[in-house]
């Protein structure tokens, strides 16, 4: 048996085992299980979203965009509490920018949209989106001019700043 003859390769960091080659395929399916998850919280936040483009204010369906997101809201932190903040080696590029797209709309929550910004390691442009998000949310100038009707800091600098994020010039 391999575990009890300890055959564990220091260099791969596993044990070469039936047993833990069966524990991990169960991660492999337990990892996209859980980015199919975000991704189908993704799918909500997409359609409510669209069903309510033309709408203003308070009209049902910006009252059910809110609703959403005070669920996703619990989901979020939970997937955080079980798992730890989301990264791009735990869900893949696709995964994590989902992710990003649920903490984007997160508005209610900045501390939620700090804390995701410092820990999930999110790509250059959608970090520039949830900065200038947190921002606004705050009442502060935007930094890469990604929010509509949001002032920016320093615009002489803002082409400079968005190139660096990767973001088209205005």
């Known amino acids: 048996n391999n575990i009890t003859a300890g055959k564990f390769n220091h260099k791969e960091g596993s044990l070469r085992s039936p047993l833990f080659s069966c ?18 919280m993704g799918d909500i936040d997409q359609a409510v979203r669209l069903a309510a483009k033309d709408s203003i204010g308070l009209r049902p ?10 669920c996703h809201n619990y989901h979020i932190r939970r997937i955080i509490e079980e798992h730890g ?9 696709d995964g994590l920018t989902a ?15 700090e804390a995701c910004l410092k820990n999930c390691g999110f790509a250059s442009k959608e970090k520039a989106f949830l900065v200038d998000r947190v921002l606004a949310n705050k009442g502060k100038k935007q930094v890469y001019g990604t929010q509509m009707g949001v002032e920016v800091k320093n615009p002489k600098a803002l082409n400079k700043r968005r190139e660096e994020m990767g973001l088209e010039p205005l």
């Not at 369906?61 to 005070?70: F, H, K, R, S």
């Not at 903040?85 to 590029?93: A, D, I, R």
Request: charged share 20%; proline share 4%; aromatic share 14%.
């Open 61 to 70: 369906p910006n009252i059910l965009i809110y609703a959403v997101d005070t």
């Open 85 to 93: 903040y989301p990264t791009k080696e735990t869900l893949g590029s």
């Open 23 to 40: 524990y991990n395929q169960a991660m492999e399916k337990y990892k996209a299980s859980l980015v199919d998850t975000i991704k189908k």
């Open 99 to 113: 992710w990003w797209l649920l903490i984007q709309h997160q508005d209610f929550d900045t501390s939620l949209q």
